[in-house]
């Protein structure tokens, strides 16, 4: 597969479970009624936080995982099934807006939960940034252009949570659980292609 489509690959799954439009209407309820600086804050401190759990996987999941002596084929296969079972969720359960503004209200600081996990730094993108960086498959150049797709997606949200008051104007809450599920879509047929591989490198 020619460079630029592997990059645009992993854009479009890193696009897919951070989901930078469903972490809109999460941010709209989570600082309603809070002054503009008090949302820039909440908005600037969840960014820097969800970049800072993915960049922890990208540097340490897989060493993690050679530690405890779970192979990467293995981790690639149940990888593949747990973002699948995350992408039916995005599909046919509460939409990503819909769940998260239900622990709103439990929430002590929105800006770590739920804001930059589970909203940006989710558990599929957890697991996605680990098996976009094997170091077995993929080169030190490699590992830097994912960690870049990672912070552009990232700076998307961070830029949407931003701007959101005005755009779920537009789109709405149905427009916003719409794309949602679209990208739940986008997610599952990825990971179906993961569990693929993985199965391959398994049996030889």
């Not at 509460?94 to 998260?100: G, H, L, N, Q, R």
């Amino acid at each position: 597969m020619p460079e630029y489509q592997v990059i645009l690959s992993n854009f479009v799954l890193l696009w897919a479970v951070i989901d930078p439009i469903g972490t809109m209407p999460v941010f709209v309820a989570a600082t309603r009624g809070r002054a503009e600086a008090e949302r820039r804050s909440i908005a600037n401190r969840a960014s820097v936080v969800a970049a800072g759990i993915l960049l922890f996987f990208i540097l340490v999941g897989e060493y993690v995982l050679n530690a405890m002596g779970v192979s990467i084929s293995a981790f690639q296969i149940a990888g593949g099934i747990i973002l699948f079972l995350f992408a039916l969720t995005m599909i046919f359960g509460d939409s990503k807006p819909e769940a998260e503004r239900k622990d709103i209200k439990h929430a002590d600081d929105v800006a770590i939960f739920p804001l930059a996990t589970p909203s940006i730094a989710s558990p599929g993108a957890m697991m996605a940034v680990v098996l976009l960086t094997r170091n077995d498959l993929h080169t030190i150049d490699e590992l830097f252009v994912v960690t870049g797709l990672m912070l552009i997606v990232i700076g998307a949200a961070y830029i949407l949570m931003r701007a959101s008051s005005v755009i779920i104007k537009v789109i709405g809450d149905g427009g916003s659980s719409i794309i949602s599920r679209v990208m739940g879509m986008i997610l599952a047929s990825v990971a179906a292609s993961q569990v693929l591989d993985g199965i391959k490198t398994y049996f030889g």
